[in-house]
């Protein structure tokens, strides 16, 4: 297995594991391909996909504001868990913030995900009881849980 940064040329493959896991919310917009095509051009250094052969078996979409890093759609696929796989992809993706000059980084994670919040938890990202997460759509959207 090799992790390296994420290619729109993986986009295919990467929607297609990002659909498989449950739990997870997206959009047609900003995770369509050109919607990631914008993303990981302003973010070209932040996202990795672990691979397997020609297989996408694992992926993080990360980037940041110039202030504070964000992580995206982290996934791996389900008959590859519990191999460090994801642990592997968030400090690939921790260290490439840090070289960018992010000291904090930032997650959301819907409240059902039980599996994504234990990982998350064991990887140091704690849960803020003292927020709100807000959001508004500037454009319609169209929802697309997992």
Sequence with gaps: MKIRVMDISDYEKVYALWMSCKNMGFNNL????????????????TSFVAVEGDEV?????AGHDGRRGYIY??????KYRKQGIGTQLISHCEEALKREGINKAAL???????????FWE???????????YRNKA?????????
């Design 30 to 45: 900003d995770d369509s391909k050109e919607g990631i095509e914008k993303f990981l051009k302003r973010n070209p250094d």
């Design 57 to 61: 078996v694992g992926i993080v979409l």
């Design 73 to 78: 759609h982290m996934s791996v696929a389900e």
């Design 108 to 118: 959301l994670v819907f409240n059902r995900n039980e599996v994504g919040n234990a």
């Design 122 to 132: 064991k990887q140091g990202f704690t849960a803020r009881e003292d927020v709100a």
């Design 138 to 146: 500037l454009a319609e959207i169209v929802r697309i849980d997992t």
